[in-house]
């Protein structure tokens, strides 16, 4: 937990392009603009990773060591997507606990597909989320305040 303040820290985990940044604009209640992730960015308690410490294996050392900073992992996957990167299991690696959260379904509102991608790396939390229409938003900021984060 944040020792300053008491507020718990969130880590963001997924692949390029899933909108892993635009839900922390969300959260925190920022104007949404796209904006590449190249390092490891925190903000309001949200740490932001790159999607390619999910991708590229080699990297995925850095998402271990920035977890121990963090109180929840999020894995955010995106309802689009045609590839799986989260391993099966892949949150046993994390000393927080975890839940998913999948977004843009505003353009796939068919998830089971990336439910089950969640599900397989260990999610047994998931929220459907669109952070456009803000379909989803009021249930996983439910959680995540009852969880002790508030931006």
Do not use: W
Request: charged share 25%; net charge positive; glycine share 8%.
């Amino acid at each position: 937990m944040s020792k300053k303040d008491g507020v718990k820290k969130l880590i963001f985990i997924g692949q390029r392009g899933v909108g892993k940044t635009t839900l922390s604009q969300v959260l925190c209640g920022e104007e949404i603009r796209y904006q590449k992730t190249q390092t490891i960015q925190v903000k309001s308690h949200i740490i932001d990773t790159p999607g390619e410490f999910l991708e590229r294996k080699v990297l995925n050392r850095s998402l271990l060591v920035s977890s121990y900073d963090a109180d929840l992992v999020v894995m955010v996957e995106d309802a689009t997507a045609e590839q799986m990167f989260f391993q099966p299991g892949f949150t046993a690696m994390f000393p927080a606990p975890s839940i998913g959260v999948i977004t843009k379904v505003d353009l796939q509102p068919d998830t089971a597909k990336a439910r089950r991608r969640l599900e397989y790396a260990g999610a047994r939390t998931i929220f459907p989320v669109s952070c456009t229409t803000g379909e989803g938003m009021d249930a996983l900021r439910s959680y995540l305040r009852e969880f002790g984060y508030s931006p």
